[in-house]
């Protein structure tokens, strides 16, 4: 799933006009993607000139506590080996 980050946005209707599927319009300075006709094509990624346009993964809370736990740990045994090193 594509989605614009409105902050970055310089609402220059690039990724509109480079959409095949018609699913991007401006409302307000900023670009939309309709979800509906979007068909992941990424052409709207390639020509924004902020990167303002992202791909968003959807992920399950059990997941991103899945991954959070495991960078924890590494960035645990990061800083052991760190205070190892020190000695």
Request: with cysteine; glycine share 8%.
């Amino acid at each position: 799933m594509l989605k614009t980050r409105d902050r970055l946005c310089l609402g220059c209707g690039l990724c509109a006009q480079s959409c095949p599927t018609g699913a991007i319009s401006l409302f307000g300075g900023t670009a939309r993607i309709d979800q509906e006709r979007c068909n992941s094509c990424h052409l709207c990624q390639q020509v924004c000139p902020q990167g303002a346009i992202v791909e968003m993964l959807p992920i399950s809370n059990k997941e991103l506590m899945a991954t959070v736990s495991g960078l924890r740990q590494r960035t645990d045994d990061l800083l052991e080996r760190i205070e190892t090193l020190k000695c």
